[in-house]
């Protein structure tokens, strides 16, 4: 038996139970390397130590059991790749600099780091001091894993703030979106400029633009690959 790697797993499937209690899941104690999910008091699926997820075709037999299966996988995969980027990454040492702290990307003289808790990993990104000895103004996202992940690029220079759309501009793509697939045609209201809403709703999945949650999310693509839902209007 490969004991590291057991307790790799078993490392990861006791992190992920945060973010599942965190969104309103329940979980049962992990039993043989698997972490049995539970939504509305009911099983839905499995997530194994490797990340993978397995679920009974009767367990999510409604779109909401589907919904619910799918913010699952997307939990599961984000602190897969997280937790695997921790286990391989070196320590963070800087004059100053208390705690347990690894260096999970480092570029343009920002590190973007992340440190274990019992509330989970919790992130930050800093920038490196002129000599590089300390780190200096730190940007601190507790959780959010992807708010750091964009704070480093943008901070560090890999991708410049104004490439980025902000949430009202997402929402605005959103909205044109779904009158387009309604066929109603709506010019783009000074928020977004340049885009042209019949190409915007083949450039991006509505599923991935905004997945009810608070985190505003895009996806830009040659056209979508799943089904376009549209949001029911209230009569």
């Not at 909401?64 to 996988?73: G, M, P």
């Not at 750091?148 to 901070?155: I, M, N, P, S, V």
Request: contains cysteine.
């Amino acid at each position: 038996m490969d004991t590291q790697n057991t307790s790799r797993q078993l490392r990861y499937l006791e992190e992920v139970r945060t973010p599942l209690h965190r969104a309103g899941f329940g979980t049962l104690p992990v039993e043989g390397e698997q972490l049995p999910v539970h939504w509305n008091g009911t099983p839905l699926c499995r997530i194994t130590g490797k990340g993978s997820v397995f679920y009974r075709r009767e367990d999510v037999d409604t779109p909401q059991a589907e919904d619910a299966l799918y913010r699952v996988e997307d939990i599961a995969a984000k602190t897969l790749e997280y937790m695997t980027a921790m286990e391989a990454a070196p320590q963070l040492k800087a004059s100053g600099l208390d705690g347990d702290y690894r260096i999970l990307a480092d570029f343009g003289g920002t590190v973007l780091a992340g440190s274990p808790s019992k509330y989970g990993v919790q992130f930050v990104t800093w920038d490196w001091d002129y000599d590089r000895t300390g780190v200096v103004h730190g940007h601190y996202f507790m959780e959010n894993y992807d708010g750091a992940k964009q704070d480093f690029a943008t901070r560090s220079g890999l991708i410049q703030k104004e490439q980025l759309f902000s949430p009202e501009q997402l929402t605005e793509i959103y909205r044109c979106c779904t009158d387009s697939v309604n066929e109603h045609f709506f010019e783009l209201t000074d928020i977004i400029t340049n885009y042209d809403p019949r190409k915007a709703c083949w450039q991006l999945t509505l599923d991935s633009l905004l997945d009810g949650s608070s985190d505003t999310r895009y996806e830009l693509m040659h056209e979508p690959t799943l089904a376009i839902k549209t949001p029911t209007k209230e009569k």
